[in-house]
């Protein structure tokens, strides 16, 4: 087995890919080529495909398409596809690869019919998905991310099809808030909310959101960080203060803090008086 200098030397480029958990995503897959063009081959699971520089030419069904970067692609599974570089210096990508439980069979000829969508808003919500599912600890930010891409997804590929535009249900979205707050340190996942419920895990996060104009996982966050000053107050250290109050690790509860507090826990542990 070659080094992964000699698969750079190869392929002209480097990847990195992980297995997240999170339900549906079956793997991730970050990689930069500049001048490997991949043969005919199919996947088992639903390709979502982001260009961050340069563009991909691919084959899908006998048909051409491309990938400009304010497009999102989505490969159906078993419908053999190429690619290759579109541009001298090759390109940079992001890829998701979602199991069935996010995306039917029945979208499968609508995305062979129309894989590439131009929509500024799933691109986004997409590339806001990679960096959540690169983050340890923010797993529920990241079903989250998911469940509404996959929304939209069906949108696009099904339309009629797709969720209703936010409707509001304050009862549901009480009984969301009351049980994360009853998990504050030890988290809960979207899907086991949804069957604690019960709702269906997109409605749920919209429910939420439009009763308390926050994400379910934004929620969630602030709370952990609230606990948090208390702690640090109290002159608790900041590795013990993230393993008491639900955070990954000591990073994990220095990203979020500095995002809500405007400093960092040991900084604002010295501040106080």
């Known amino acids: ?3 992964r200098r000699d698969d750079q030397r190869r392929t ?19 990689a930069h080529y500049t001048e490997y063009a991949y043969p005919m ?26 990938t400009p970067h304010d497009t999102v692609s989505v ?3 078993h419908v053999p596809h190429n690619g290759s570089p579109a541009t001298p210096d090759g390109f940079r990508k992001r890829v998701l690869y979602l199991d069935a439980s996010r995306l039917g069979d029945e979208l499968i000829g609508p995305a062979v019919d129309a894989p590439d969508l131009r929509d500024p808003v799933l691109r986004r919500r997409v590339g806001h998905l990679h960096a959540a599912l690169a983050r340890p600890g923010d797993e529920l930010e990241a079903e989250s991310r998911l469940t509404l891409i996959g929304d939209r997804l069906h949108e696009h590929l099904k339309p009629g099809s797709g969720a209703p535009g936010t409707r509001r249900d304050p009862a549901l979205a009480r009984r969301l808030r009351e049980l994360l707050d009853e998990r504050i ?3 809960i996942g979207l899907e086991e909310a949804a069957t604690l419920v019960p709702a269906h895990p997109a409605h749920l996060v919209r429910a ?14 602030s709370r952990r960080v609230e606990r948090a000053r208390r702690l640090l107050l109290a002159g608790r250290s900041p590795a013990e203060v993230a393993a008491a ?11 979020h803090f500095k995002r809500l507090v405007g400093v960092t826990p040991g900084r604002y542990r010295t501040s106080a008086r």
């Open 185 to 187: 340190v030890a988290g």
């Open 208 to 221: 939420f959101s439009g009763a308390y104009g926050i994400a379910p996982h934004q929620y969630l966050m």
């Open 41 to 66: 081959h199919v996947h088992d699971a639903w390709t979502l495909l982001i260009v961050d520089a340069g563009a991909v030419r691919y084959d899908l069904d006998r048909h051409e398409h491309g």
């Open 75 to 77: 490969l159906p599974p």
């Open 1 to 3: 087995m070659g080094s």
């Open 245 to 255: 109050t639900g955070f990954y690790d000591q990073a994990h509860l220095t990203r």
């Open 12 to 30: 002209g480029g480097n990847v990195s890919a992980w297995r997240p958990g999170v339900p549906g995503v079956v793997e991730v897959f970050h």
